[in-house]
């Protein structure tokens, strides 16, 4: 039995095209016509607006893509912004390319009328997706955008969650001084936030994590001037781990190095990823070379 919303949508569909053909197509806009292409774009947001009452969601987001075009060629770029956006949602339950396309026009359509934060917010939904799709690479670029956009309008807030994936991405991707130059950032941004300096030590501990993945020595300096902009971190457990791994390291001491590391997660657990992390520098201990990946996939014991 046909569903009555799909035969709904599909008339309107039919009638927005005969009124968009009889207006003088996607250009009228641009030539002075009547109000034909904008009719049109609203029969082809009403049919969208059907079709996902039948969660047809590929014809619903092909409905709001033609409508988004229609106000793209003309004056309505607002409105073709808003439209690519629904366009993307649609997509996002059945097909990633064609959502992430959508996305990023209505970015470029936002970043071109200067709503920079709009713009920003089109940037995450796509870091968004690539990360439902494990695509670090393309999320943490994504992320970057974002942030720089947020940056531009003063939004630290806003840029400050999006660099901490970003930073959280890199070190992942083994891009360590990219990592801690980025968590140092947001460190420092804390640091000087009377609401979030307390947040401070976490990316600061972070960042030298990063650090102690690419040279010891850097680190070293890197931990001193970390202590000069933040009390809360210099006073913290984190900075006595951080120097008590430092010596391990100095020392080629393994063994010393988990039993910091266990003292310490005896207080504050710690989660995967700086587990993961710590696992990295220990194999520097003792080794004065690179760190090695472990072919067989067995982590070192921290715990």
Not at 100 to 111: E, G, I, R, T
Not at 250 to 258: A, I, N
């Amino acid at each position: 039995m046909t569903d009555p919303n799909e035969h709904k949508a599909k008339m309107l569909m039919e009638e927005a095209e005969k009124k968009l053909k009889k207006s003088g197509g996607l250009f009228s806009f641009l030539t002075g016509g009547s109000g034909g292409p904008s009719d049109a774009a609203e029969l082809f947001i009403k049919a969208a607006n059907v079709f996902k009452l039948s969660k047809n969601w590929n014809s619903a987001g092909g409905a709001f893509l033609k409508a988004a075009q229609v106000y793209d060629r003309g004056d309505s770029k607002h409105d073709a912004a808003m439209n690519f956006g629904e366009a993307g949602n649609c997509f996002r339950k059945v097909d990633l390319q064609k959502s992430v396309d959508c996305f990023q026009k209505s970015a470029d359509v936002y970043l071109d009328m200067g709503r920079f934060n709009m713009a920003a917010k089109a940037h995450t939904t796509i870091a968004e997706l690539y990360e439902e799709q494990k695509c670090k690479e393309k999320a943490v670029d994504q992320y970057q955008k974002a942030a720089d956009m947020y940056k531009g309008e003063e939004q630290r807030s806003s840029a400050a969650k999006c660099l901490i994936k970003v930073a959280h991405y890199a070190a992942d991707l083994e891009q360590y001084q990219r990592a801690q130059l980025t968590f140092e950032e947001v460190a420092i941004y804390e640091a000087d936030n009377p609401m979030l300096k307390y947040s401070a030590k976490t990316h600061f501990f972070q960042a030298i994590m990063c650090s102690l993945c690419i040279d010891l020595l850097d680190s070293q300096r890197a931990i001193k001037r970390y202590e000069e902009l933040s009390g809360q971190f210099a006073e913290s457990r984190e900075n006595q781990l951080c120097k008590q791994l430092m010596q391990a390291m100095e020392m080629g001491d393994p063994d010393g190095f988990t039993e910091a590391v266990q003292q310490f997660d005896k207080v504050s657990r710690l989660d995967q990823w700086h587990v993961a992390m710590l696992v990295k520098v220990k194999r520097r201990c003792g080794d004065g070379g690179e760190v090695k990946n472990d072919e067989e996939g067995e982590e070192d014991d921290l715990r």
